[in-house]
C-alpha cells in the first residue's frame, strides 16, 4: 500500500500464524500502540481494510473501520457484487432488509467518503 509503504498481501507460504504476526508489526510500526485499529486486510491491490471494532456476534452485530481505496471507489465489502446507492455525495448505502444475498435476515452497508482514498464504513448483520 503505497499510502502507509507497506505490503500486507496475502502469502501463501505463510501461516496463519506469521500472517496475524506480520498484522501486528505493521499496526505497531505505523499505526503506534495506542492506535484503534483492530486488524488490517488487504482484499486485493486496491483495497485495504483497517478494522476498529463493532458489537454483537459474527452473524448478528455491527462492524465498522475504514479503508483505502486505490481507486477511490467505495467497496462492499462481504457484500459485493451488489451496487451501492449514493445518498448524497461521496455518501454510500445498501440494505437486503430480506437477507436474499446472505443467510442472515437482513444487512447493510454504510459508507462515506473521509477524503481522496480514504473512506469510512459501517457493516450489519441483523
Do not use: Q
Not at 74 to 79: G, I, Q, S, T
Request: net charge negative.
Amino acid at each position: 500500500m503505497h499510502g502507509l509503504g507497506v505490503n500486507l498481501g496475502r502469502n501463501i507460504h505463510l501461516s496463519y500464524e506469521e500472517e496475524k504476526a506480520n498484522e501486528k508489526k505493521v499496526i505497531r510500526e505505523h499505526l503506534g500502540l495506542t492506535t484503534v485499529v483492530k486488524s488490517v486486510y488487504a482484499y486485493d491491490e486496491n483495497i485495504w481494510e483497517f478494522y476498529c471494532g463493532g458489537k454483537g456476534m459474527l452473524d448478528v452485530g455491527m462492524y465498522r473501520g475504514f479503508y483505502y481505496s486505490k481507486m477511490d471507489t467505495p467497496y462492499a465489502f462481504e457484500f459485493r457484487p451488489v451496487e451501492l446507492t449514493e445518498i448524497e455525495p461521496d455518501t454510500f448505502e445498501w440494505h437486503d432488509e430480506k437477507g436474499e444475498t446472505k443467510e442472515h435476515k437482513g444487512h447493510s452497508i454504510y459508507t462515506k467518503k473521509i477524503r481522496d482514498n480514504w473512506w469510512y464504513y459501517e457493516m450489519n448483520w441483523y
